[in-house]
Each structure stands twice: as C-alpha cells, then as structure tokens.
C-alpha cells in the first residue's frame, strides 16, 4: 500500500478526528473559513488605524508649519543674539513713526517694518516693480482705462484723495441702497472732502440698474462693469462658502489690481490727469457693511501717522506725504489659527505703491488658479510676499466685525456697549451667513433703512 502525502494524512486526520467528536465535515469547513475571515478583519482595522494615525500627525505638522508661516514677516531687522524671545517678537514689529491716538483705540498698527529711507534698493523689489509694470501695461488691464480718464477729464476740478471701491451682483441690490444710504447721510457732513466712488458690476442685470439709479450722481461715481472681466459672473444672493460664492469672491483681487493700474496711468490714457489719479487711496468695503461714521480721518491718522482732524490743512498735507502703509485692513480676529491679526478682506485700504500692485498680482494668480475664499490666502500671502508688504490692522472698535458689535457688546450691555458702539466707524455684518439673516440682524438694530 502506497504511503500518502504529508498533506493529505494531516486532511485525513482532521475529518477523522472531527468524525470522532461527532462534527460534520462542513460545519469544521464553515468555522476554519470565519476564523480566517475574522483574523483578515482585524489585521485590516489594525492596518487602518495605523494609516489613520500616521495620516492625522503628518496633517498636524503641515498645519504646523503653515500656521509658522503665515507669521513670518520678511524684511526684519536681525534680532541680538542676546536677545530674549519676547524681545525678538518686539523687534518685529515696529510702530513707523509717532501719532496721536484715537478715542477708544484699542489696538495699534501691526507687522510692520518701514525700509529706512536710505536703505540700499533690493534687487528683488527692482524687479517686481518691472514685473508690476509689465502687467499693468497689459491690454487685459487697460478694459477701464476710457472710464476713467473720461470721469477725471469731464470733472478736472475733482480731486479725490479716496476711492471707495464696491463690487455688487444683483442678488445683493437692496444692501447696496442700504449701504449707499449710509455712505450718503455720512458723507453730507463731511463738506470738505468727497471720495470717489467706485461701484463694479458683478452681472449685466445690476449693471443697468446702477446706471440708472446713480445717474445723477455723475461727479464723484461711476459704476464700471466687472461680470465681464471673467467666467465669475454670479447674479444670485449666494450664501458663504459655496462654489458659486467662491467664484464671486475670487474676482476680487483682479477688480482691484485693474483699478489701481488704471489709477496709476499704467492702463493707459492721458497724463493731464496723473498728478490727480497717481496719488488715490482705494478704499474696499464690502456691500453688507454700514458706515456710521467718516472713516476718512482714521484711514489718514494711521496712513499718515497724522491725527485725526478733518480741516483743509491735514488734507492737504497728507496729499503731500509719503504713506507709510501699503495696506491696511479691517481685523476680524486677534488668534484665528495662531495668527496674531487675522484680517478681514471686507475693509482694505490699499496705497498705489509696486508692493502693492506685487501683492494684488500674486492674490489675483492664487484666487484665478484656484476659485476659493479669499481672505485666508490673503492672509497668507500677506504675512509671507517679498518683496515686504507693510500692513497693519484697523482698531477693532473703529471698524468693528460683527462677533463684537451683535454679540460680544450686546451680551456686555449697558454703558460699556453704548461706548464701544458710540466709537464705532464700520460695521460689518459677518459672522453670519446668509442674506436674509444678515437683513434680520440689521434690522432689528436699527441699521437698515425701511
């Protein structure tokens, strides 16, 4: 009799033995395939929670390191090698040059380091001024360029040192004559200086109706269409963070960087009107914003380290000067992802130097490449440009971000909310998303006209 093979004894030995205790042949099959089908699942859940793992503290260091990043500030003066750390944060932000305080001032300019008037010409900054040239002499840049020159030419005696800039779509119409019946009551008492206003059309159907409802209004506005510009036309109230908002948003910086070429002369046109265009601040507000007070004199105060009254001789002198920001802008939070002054695209005030036409350049390709939210790659791009981008944030009770002038100050109450609000310049309506529940807030604390 021939000897069988090892494997089949070891086969014939388990159906005896399982015969012998009284167990079917197919219930030992069954239990041998769901041991093996439980030890696959457990090594695969082991297998996965430890690629869940990996995949979690590799996220945490590159947020790390992005957070680490957005602080960064270029251009700083190289701290003592003795210096303590709280030493070394204190040298990298540097206040420009000595002001007045404001009434209720409750945060000073940030993140910035002026460049010594006689410091020796980066050859970075040489050539992204030729980069900034370059581009705003681009026929892509030269759409507004008839505009403008037409409004300055047909008003020669306008001299504007603002211009408040706004971008609208039709679904947001009724803010607009919101926001413009604020901007209109706020500007009647300022007699001495007017801004010119800016409205760019977000699609042709808000377009028709700016023309028509600020016809009259022919000195000092002129309303540009902007839903041609690119495939970012959106007519609808698109709520925050969707794709469609997204699309809106992220023509925000090439609307802006069109406007400041245009104002610059580098778009084109005559040089009659230079002295006149080269020297406007642009202004942004966002459309669901209220303006309580003039926010003239502050932009000049910190522009200009100026104080903030608002006679003939401070506009003019400031006119006359050099600023020392190239940006500004509203802050909507003090430590959001470790950023010490996180702050919020929906109030810029933006000076016509090649920093900034740099900076608009770089936003615009971030934005354009990718349809995002645009104010956490403002922030980044901010705090990381070369060449250096002097920026700072506007006092928070000044232009106050809807968490505080909704919620924190009215939860305070009393005399400490009537203070605070009594101080205030700007509301934005953020934190909140949706139009209609931006409309409710304003409504029921009385910032909306009936």
């Known amino acids: 009799m021939l000897e069988m093979p090892?494997?089949?004894?070891?086969?014939?030995?388990?159906?005896?033995?399982?015969?012998?205790?009284?167990?079917?042949?197919?219930?030992?099959?069954?239990?041998?395939?769901?041991?093996?089908?439980?030890?696959?699942?457990?090594?695969?859940?082991?297998?996965?929670?430890?690629?869940?793992?990996?995949?979690?503290?590799?996220?945490?260091?590159?947020?790390?390191?992005?957070d680490s990043s957005r602080m960064a500030l270029r251009h700083v003066n190289p701290?003592?090698?003795?210096?303590?750390?709280?030493?070394?944060?204190?040298?990298?932000?540097?206040?420009?040059?000595?002001?007045?305080?404001?009434?209720?001032e409750t945060s000073a300019l940030r993140h910035v380091n002026p460049t010594p008037s006689n410091a020796t010409p980066d050859k970075t900054l040489?050539?992204?001024?030729?980069?900034?040239?370059?581009?705003?002499?681009?026929?892509?840049?030269?759409?507004?360029?008839?505009?403008?020159?037409r409004q300055f030419e047909e008003n020669a005696e306008f001299n504007p040192s603002f211009a408040v800039v706004l971008t609208v779509n039709d679904g947001y119409w009724d803010f607009f004559l919101n926001w413009f019946h604020h901007f209109i009551v706020t500007?009647?008492?300022?007699?001495?200086?007017?801004?010119?206003?800016?409205?760019?059309?977000?699609?042709?159907?808000?377009?028709?109706?700016?023309?028509?409802?600020?016809?009259?209004?022919?000195r000092n506005t002129i309303v540009l269409p902007g839903y041609d510009d690119a495939l970012n036309s959106v007519s609808m109230a698109e709520n925050y963070d969707s794709v469609a908002y997204k699309k809106l948003v992220s023509s925000r910086a090439t609307h802006l960087l069109n406007l400041i070429c245009n104002l610059k002369g580098q778009g084109g046109g005559t040089n009659s009107d230079q002295s006149t265009k080269d020297k406007i601040i642009i202004v942004y507000s966002d459309v669901d914003a209220v303006w309580v007070q003039n926010p003239f004199p502050y932009l000049r105060a910190e522009l200009f380290g100026s104080d903030t009254s608002n006679d003939n001789n401070s506009i003019d002198m400031n006119k006359q000067r050099q600023p020392n920001y190239d940006i500004l802008a509203a802050v909507d939070d003090h430590n959001y992802h470790k950023v010490r002054d996180y702050y919020c695209t929906g109030f810029l005030a933006i000076t016509p130097s090649y920093a900034s036409i740099s900076f608009l350049i770089d936003w615009e390709k971030e934005l354009q490449s990718n349809h995002q939210l645009n104010q956490p790659i403002f922030n980044s791009?901010?705090?990381?440009?070369?060449?250096?981008?002097?920026?700072?944030?506007?006092?928070?009770?000044?232009?106050?971000?809807?968490?505080?002038?909704?919620?924190?100050?009215?939860?305070?109450?009393?005399?400490?909310?009537?203070?605070?609000?009594?101080?205030?310049?700007?509301?934005?309506?953020?934190?909140?998303?949706?139009?209609?529940?931006?409309?409710?807030?304003?409504?029921?604390?009385?910032?909306?006209?009936?």
Not at 79 to 97: C, F, G, K, M, Q
Request: glycine share 4%; proline share 4%.
């Open 6 to 66: 090892p494997f089949t004894r070891r086969k014939v030995t388990s159906l005896e033995r399982a015969q012998l205790l009284g167990i079917r042949t197919s219930r030992v099959s069954s239990w041998s395939r769901t041991r093996s089908f439980n030890l696959t699942l457990w090594a695969t859940t082991i297998l996965l929670a430890f690629i869940i793992i990996n995949a979690l503290i590799s996220y945490r260091k590159v947020l790390y390191q992005i």
């Open 79 to 104: 701290s003592p090698s003795d210096a303590t750390p709280n030493e070394t944060i204190a040298l990298h932000h540097v206040e420009p040059t000595p002001r007045i305080a404001k009434p209720n």
């Open 381 to 450: 791009l901010l705090r990381s440009s070369t060449p250096m981008i002097r920026h700072g944030g506007l006092g928070e009770i000044e232009f106050a971000p809807g968490r505080l002038y909704f919620d924190e100050w009215v939860k305070e109450g009393g005399s400490s909310e009537r203070q605070k609000k009594s101080g205030t310049v700007v509301v934005h309506n953020n934190y909140i998303i949706g139009h209609d529940a931006k409309r409710i807030r304003f409504e029921q604390h009385g910032l909306w006209i009936t």
């Open 187 to 218: 500007m009647a008492k300022n007699v001495l200086e007017q801004p010119l206003l800016i409205v760019i059309a977000e699609d042709s159907i808000i377009y028709e109706k700016l023309t028509s409802y600020l016809a009259s209004e022919t």
């Open 126 to 149: 040489v050539a992204d001024e030729t980069l900034a040239e370059k581009i705003c002499l681009s026929s892509r840049r030269n759409k507004w360029h008839d505009s403008l020159d």
